[in-house]
């Protein structure tokens, strides 16, 4: 398994261009997430799922939106990229149920600059 | 708003001691709390979760301390390596909201010969 992967690694937009960061997972979890970090500030959850076509802002969902059509993809886009839109974006997937115990697998990030 | 403050910033250790990293949580229905530990360049993956119904949990050199009186909670390293070097970061949840992770801000740790 390749576990949840992310593209791309790297990427500079410009102020005002619009991307997509590209999430999958070979799992089969159900729950999926999209997460920012910032140095100093932790990770901040931007939108999650809990299946396919079911998507919720979390605590940072401004400037960004998701779509979730399959269990393994969860895009995350941007539509006017901004300077504090600069950060490491990481998404996670978990196999969620009604206990909620269980543990989220991080993929290894995009870190994105906006200038 | 931070909802669970974590300290220190950073710590340096030599190889062999113990190092502590200090949580507090304000939201009392918090009721799962992990610890993920990051490597430069890598996404966190977890290390070691406790639940309040336990005051301790131990996993290898890893032991997490439970306050659930004074709503506090750290992670202890015993025998500290050169490789546990890296960031470590406390989480909070509550059961049935699909799992939300509350961060905390990362402890950078650093395990000197």
């Known amino acids: 398994n390749a576990g949840v992967t992310q593209t791309p690694k790297f990427r500079i937009l410009k102020i005002g261009q619009s991307m997509t960061l590209q999430c999958t997972q070979d799992m089969n979890h159900n729950y999926m997430y999209w997460y920012r970090q910032d140095p100093g500030m932790g990770l901040k959850l931007i939108y999650y799922s809990v299946g396919a076509g079911i998507t919720d802002k979390g605590e940072v969902p401004n400037g960004y939106n998701v779509s979730r059509s399959t269990t393994e993809d969860f895009p995350l886009r941007l539509e006017l990229a901004a300077p504090s839109q600069t950060s490491v974006y990481f998404c996670a997937s978990m196999n969620g149920g009604e206990r909620d115990y269980n543990e989220q697998f991080f993929g290894p990030g995009t870190r994105l600059t906006v200038l | 708003q931070q909802q669970v403050k974590q300290s220190p910033q950073s710590l340096i250790v030599q190889k062999g001691g113990i190092p502590i990293i200090n949580c507090a949580y304000e939201?009392?229905?918090?009721?799962?709390f992990p610890w993920y530990q990051q490597f430069p360049g890598k996404g966190p993956a977890l290390l070691i979760a406790?639940?309040?119904?336990?005051s301790e949990k131990k996993e290898g050199r890893f032991t997490i301390s439970f306050n659930k009186s004074a709503k506090q909670f750290s992670l202890h390293i015993m025998d500290s390596q050169p490789g546990d070097s890296a960031t470590y970061f406390c989480a909070a949840s509550v059961a049935g909201t699909a799992s939300k992770l509350t961060f905390g801000t990362g402890t950078r740790l650093q395990v000197t010969l």
């Open positions: 939201n009392t229905a918090f009721d799962y």
């Open positions: 406790i639940r309040p119904d336990v």
